[in-house]
């Protein structure tokens, strides 16, 4: 496709199931970035992949986050055991990295954790 | 922490009027300076960037103004119009591994009235 693919769209979980994120990012590009996106609130880092290397993971709030790029193209981001706090929307970018600093988003995940 | 503080929280222009919006920054490692706009269920989009040797961008209706010294930066946008009416997010990445990992401001919200 042309752009960032997330899917799906929107993810209604029971509290302590375990959810998986997709995205695929735009053919060719290198780094891929997961965000996650309180209602009202700024994008906040959660990490960051070149190819299938997780190169930062500073920003997953507990072990329950896991994420993962094995082919260096499409990524998931697997929560286990949501819990109500979790309750965002997960960004994901890419960008060609080093030649070109543009991060492209896709339209994101809403997870509601009820 | 807060490494990027964005004001206002939320801004109303009329139709024509000038639209700004600051952004403060800590890291000095910071050398990227995007600007993304977000309409509601969207994605972030980058609407335009800024390196800290420049001092001034524009691109069309809007302008990036950076002050190194201060660590700010801010988006203007001439002749604002209903369509601009978005979450503008500033943000800014220091070099990491070969790309941009994005902060980003917590967002100002941007209705202009026609």
């Known amino acids: 496709g042309a752009g960032v693919s997330q899917s799906p769209r929107y993810k209604v979980a029971k509290r302590g199931q375990d959810v998986a994120l997709r995205c695929d990012p735009i053919?060719?590009?290198?780094?891929l970035f997961w965000y996650q996106q309180a209602l009202g609130q700024g994008p906040e880092f959660l990490t960051y992949?070149?190819?299938?290397?997780?190169?930062?993971k500073s920003g997953l709030p507990s072990d329950r986050f896991f994420a993962e790029r094995p082919e260096g193209s499409v990524s998931t981001l697997k929560i286990q055991r949501t819990q109500q706090e979790d309750s965002a929307v997960y960004l994901c970018?890419?960008?060609?990295?080093?030649?070109?600093?543009?991060?492209?988003f896709g339209q994101g995940t809403r997870l509601t954790v009820v | 922490q807060q490494q990027v503080k964005q004001s206002p929280q939320s801004l109303i222009v009329q139709k024509g009027g000038i639209s700004i919006i600051n952004c403060a920054y800590e890291?000095?490692?910071?050398?990227?300076f995007p600007w993304y706009q977000q309409f509601p269920g969207k994605g972030p989009a980058l609407l335009i960037a800024?390196?800290?040797?420049?001092s001034e961008k524009k691109e069309g209706r809007f302008t990036i103004s950076f002050n190194k010294s201060a660590k700010q930066f801010s988006l203007h946008i001439m002749d604002s119009q209903p369509g601009d009416s978005a979450t503008y997010f500033c943000?800014?990445?220091?070099?990491?591994?070969?790309?941009?990992?994005?902060?980003f401001g917590r967002g100002t919200s941007l209705i202009v009235h026609p």
């Open positions: 943000a800014a990445s220091p070099r990491s591994g070969g790309s941009y990992i994005p902060t």
């Open positions: 992949f070149q190819n299938e290397a997780q190169l930062d």
């Open positions: 800024i390196r800290p040797d420049v």
């Open positions: 890291n000095t490692a910071f050398d990227y």
């Open positions: 053919s060719g590009h290198v780094s």
């Open positions: 970018a890419s960008s060609l990295g080093e030649v070109n600093t543009e991060a492209f």
